[in-house]
């Protein structure tokens, strides 16, 4: 006789968040829009964007200045947009900042002051939504 398995089912749960923890009214419409880019579009860019957008402060870990002009100033990614699900901060070490474009969702006052004076751009995310709803021209960083 062959008797069947019992499967226990007890643990079949899928840890992953589908929506921020955070009540901010902002984040929650950030959300929104780029749920439905990912919907709309076939771009990994906005899966990878609103997957970011579920994250605890934890795994938002901020990006210095330094860090984000060296990324930058690699091959083939001048005149692009770094694109930090995240903050990014001062850093008092580097004296001169190149001249960035910058989508954060927060940026510190020195860091602001420092790329703004550069000549560089800070935009929110439903600018860069209107500007490169698809992520071309971007580069995705992280904190870290």
Do not use: W
Not at 3 to 21: A, L, Q, S, W
Not at 34 to 63: C, D, E, G, Q, W
Not at 69 to 88: E, L, Q, W
Not at 98 to 122: N, W, Y
């Amino acid at each position: 006789i062959n008797m069947g398995i019992d499967i226990n089912h007890k643990h079949d749960r899928k840890v992953r968040r589908t929506e921020p923890k955070s009540e901010d009214v902002y984040l929650r419409l950030l959300v929104k829009l780029y749920r439905f880019l990912a919907r709309r579009t076939n771009s990994r860019f906005n899966k990878v964007v609103l997957r970011r957008l579920f994250m605890s402060r934890i795994n938002r870990p901020p990006l210095s200045v330094s860090r984000l002009a060296k990324n930058m100033g690699r091959d083939k990614r001048d005149g692009k947009t770094a694109v930090v699900v995240g903050t990014i901060t001062d850093d008092v070490r580097m004296f001169k900042i190149p001249k960035l474009k910058v989508c954060a969702l927060r940026v510190t006052d020195g860091a602001r002051s420092r790329i703004v004076e550069a000549g560089g751009e800070i935009i929110t995310f439903d600018q860069l939504a209107l500007r490169s709803p698809k992520g071309q021209g971007c580069v995705l960083m992280q904190g870290c």
